[in-house]
């Protein structure tokens, strides 16, 4: 029965998503354009390089690498700063918040329709050609399992950041920006523009630490992992080190929201 | 029975950000910190039973809505205590929620792309309302309008009308003991008007839920409430019944003639006949505003038939929105 409460606003946001078939057919087209860009983009680079192996990765490891973070952004990414921000400006947050659900998870249930139709319509398609494409490039086995449970994790911990700078924009009531400024950072940090083993080897211990590796380099590597190349212990360790973030994070973005909204009924919004 | 709603001196104040003007003003803003308190809302108390139709008015900027959060619990009073159904609203938001429903006639609670019933379906399950009475809430719906040709239709295709119509009955789709309507009627045309009063008046008698309305068409009032409270620049004016509100400004009633000959020069002849009403003239009529203490409407007329010949007339109550503007303009003496 409790469960049920948010079911609905994912039963609702997959009709929703439904009702707007051209919008589908135009994201699946502007996935592709990016795709194409992104393979000679680095075909380029791999043919300048001049060797068949760049910092550990082949030319198919990479572009499956990117292909995939491409996918996995399309499915994770949920606008949430947009949406906080909008709801904010127009003034609609005051019946968000008079919905009998606390606001953090009615915004994420009332998404999640989403990530079940990307999931189906741009991830799945693309994880298929992919596979196809590369004859074996992805294995099949029980990394695709890790695989899942760290898409669980990263989805958390991308809705906690995503939640995190959108409770900013309760003070600047400005999005645009702000928005802009966390893709960056997060798309950058979390090598969904360039894998992270190309970072330089000082940087990339850093960020390797940080909850943006979490998001997509983690799941990633479950989805390149053969199986065999890690020791037993390491996917566990990758494991908990997404689980480590996604409490952190949804504790910190609950507090922070819990002293803004605070910080909001007092002076007004 | 204990009331409802519980308001205690509540006040509130907000810090706003005194602005310079220009491009260089607007610079030194950024840094500065020179805020002014502003009081929104001054010291106001009432209480309110259940099952009541309270008219909420003001003019614009009076304060209204930022009472209304107040009690919906989205703002914290600065000072004053607040109950509402024996919850503290802002502190008990989520269980607030589950009490009370909300409209604001400019914003739609409803999912944009979905049919209305998905919405209604979506609602129904947010607010765990049981399939039977959601199933009663919407056939006790059809009988008061006819909803059928709404319920499958996206809610983005709606004329404005039917949107706060749909609106309504979705704030009141779980029975909430009390219901906020922020000017629900505004920019409908006059069926609608008529149709959304008439099942919010039912709602009311059926279901007993305490409306509170804020809104800037009399004719709402007139027809819903019987209590009104009025506020300006955040302080409490009136809060009594509407038909007191109009004795509360003496008894004036205009009477309006039509007699033989010039009108405007008639007017002036009746004036000094009739020195202590005041009588204006236009193209059609003669209006004399008739305090009933002194004297009674049908003494004038007797007297006025004395020494001019009537053509035609008519009475006319003063009505509230004369009274109301009164208030605005003047405040209460």
């Given at each position: ?8 606003l994912t ?14 057919v ?13 393979y ?10 001049g060797?068949?192996?760049v910092?550990g ?10 292909v ?13 700063v ?11 947050i005051?019946?968000d ?13 009332s ?29 099949m086995?029980?990394?695709?399992l890790?695989?899942v ?7 958390s ?13 309760l003070?600047t ?9 966390k ?9 969904a523009?360039?894998?992270?083993a ?42 908990l ?25 007092v002076?007004?919004? | ?7 205690q ?25 020179n ?29 209204k ?31 607030n ?5 909300v ?5 739609s ?6 049919p209305?019933?998905e919405?209604?379906k979506?609602?129904r399950?947010?607010?765990?309302i ?5 199933q009663?809430?919407?056939?006790f719906?059809q009988?008061?309008v ?17 949107r706060t ?16 309507l ?19 008046q ?11 309305l ?16 009025i506020?300006?620049k ?14 509360f400004?003496?008894s ?24 202590e ?27 006025l038939?004395?020494?001019c ?6 009475l ?14 003047e405040?209460?003496?």
């Open positions: 029965m409790k469960l049920k409460k948010y079911i609905t039963r609702a946001g997959i009709i929703e998503a439904l009702q707007f078939r051209l919008a589908t135009v994201m699946v087209i502007g996935n592709l354009l990016y795709l194409i860009v992104v000679f983009l680095w075909k380029s680079i791999y043919a300048s390089a060797t068949d192996v910092n990765m082949t030319f198919s490891d990479t572009l499956i690498y990117l995939l973070a491409t996918a996995l952004f399309n499915f994770m990414e949920m606008y949430t947009w949406e906080i921000g909008r709801s904010i400006q127009s003034g609609k005051v019946l918040l008079l919905k009998p659900i606390e606001y953090r998870k009615y915004l994420f249930w998404y999640s329709g989403t990530f079940v139709t990307q999931f189906i319509f741009t991830f799945l398609p693309t994880f298929i050609i992919v596979a196809a494409v590369t004859h074996g490039g992805i294995h086995g029980v990394n695709l890790f695989f449970a760290s898409v669980v994790m990263a989805v911990i991308n809705y906690s950041i995503d939640f995190l700078v959108g409770t900013v924009c003070f009531e400005s999005i645009w920006g702000i928005n802009i400024m893709q960056v950072i997060v798309l950058l940090l979390s090598g523009t360039i894998p992270l190309f970072f330089p080897e000082k940087l990339r211990e850093v960020v390797e630490l940080l909850p943006f590796a979490a998001i997509y380099d983690v799941p990633l590597k479950f989805l390149l992992w053969d199986g065999v190349s890690m020791e037993p212990h390491e996917p566990w360790c990758m494991l080190f997404q689980l480590f973030w996604s409490i952190v994070m949804m504790v910190l973005s609950k507090l922070f929201w819990k002293a803004s909204l605070r910080q909001i009924t002076n007004g919004g | 029975m204990a009331p409802i709603i519980e308001i001196n509540v006040t509130k104040e907000f810090k706003v950000l005194n602005r310079r003007e220009g491009l260089k003003g607007s610079i030194r803003d950024l840094f500065s910190r805020y002014k308190i502003v009081r929104a809302v001054d010291n106001v108390s009432m209480t309110i039973e259940q099952g009541e139709i309270v008219g909420y008015l003001g003019p614009n900027g009076a304060g809505s930022t009472t209304i959060k107040m009690m919906t619990g989205v703002l914290e009073p600065t000072s004053g205590q607040i109950l509402v159904g024996g919850n503290v609203p802002y502190k008990n938001r989520t269980k929620a589950q009490e009370i429903g409209v604001f006639g400019q914003r609670q409803l999912w944009w792309a979905l209305l019933v919405s209604f979506i609602l399950d947010i607010y765990q049981p399939e039977k009475n959601y009663e809430m919407l056939d719906y009988s008061l006819d909803i059928q040709p709404i319920l499958h239709k996206p809610v983005r295709q709606m004329s404005l009308g039917q119509l749909s609106d309504i009955l979705a704030a009141f789709l779980h029975d909430p003991k009390i219901v906020f922020d000017e629900p009627t505004i920019g409908l045309d006059v069926s609608m008007k008529a149709k959304i009063r008439t099942l919010v039912a709602l009311n008698q059926e279901k007993k839920t305490t409306v509170i804020t809104t800037h068409d009399m004719g709402d009032v007139d027809a819903l409430c019987r209590r009104i409270v506020i300006d955040g302080k409490m004016l009136y809060d009594n019944d509407i038909d007191h509100l109009k004795s400004f003496g004036y009633r205009t009477l309006k003639i039509r007699v033989e000959g010039e009108l405007k020069a008639q007017a002036q002849a009746i004036q000094k006949e009739l020195p009403f005041p009588v204006t003239a236009d193209e059609e009529w003669i209006s004399i505003l008739v305090d009933e203490d002194k004297a009674k409407v049908i003494d004038v007329l007797g007297r038939q004395s020494s010949r009537i053509t035609d007339m008519q006319q109550e003063i009505s509230s929105e004369d009274v109301i503007k009164k208030i605005y303009e405040g209460v003496k």
